[in-house]
């Protein structure tokens, strides 16, 4: 019924870890790229609001997975500048804002707290 003294198969457990690691480092290098072809888009000019705010939206979304939250705040910033949208990169940026506002509260930092809260509001 309850196995407490079966030993467990530390290679299957090792194995699994050295796999996420790898897919991490992997993940990693895919969004630096990713990154990178969205840099030279924005620099090749010729494009419209639209395209600009999505291109901004995606670099955000990039910049949030390996927790560079800042940039990735004022990228979708910028992005509902070129095209006010309520879809995916307004429910990031207010997650985000919100991120940081208790971040700010957990560290007793009123100047910041009422910052990202007059955030929120806009």
């Known amino acids: 019924m309850f196995n407490f003294f079966k030993k467990k198969n530390l290679k299957k457990d090792f194995k699994n870890t050295k796999t996420e690691k790898e897919n991490i480092i992997i993940n990693d290098n895919t969004i630096k790229k990713g990154l990178e072809n969205l840099e030279i888009q924005l620099n090749q000019g010729n494009l419209d609001d639209e395209d600009l705010s999505k291109i901004?939206?995606?670099?955000?979304?990039l910049l949030k997975k390996i927790n560079k939250i800042d940039d990735s705040i004022e990228n979708l910033e910028k992005s509902l500048?070129?095209?006010?949208?309520?879809?995916?990169?307004?429910?990031?940026?207010?997650?985000?804002?919100?991120?940081?506002?208790?971040?700010?509260?957990?560290?007793?930092?009123?100047?910041?707290?009422?910052?990202?809260?007059?955030?929120?509001?806009?």
């Open 56 to 61: 901004y939206q995606e670099k955000a979304f």
């Open 81 to 122: 500048n070129y095209h006010k949208n309520l879809g995916e990169g307004y429910k990031t940026l207010l997650n985000l804002y919100n991120m940081k506002r208790a971040e700010a509260a957990k560290n007793g930092n009123d100047e910041m707290l009422q910052h990202w809260l007059k955030k929120l509001m806009k």
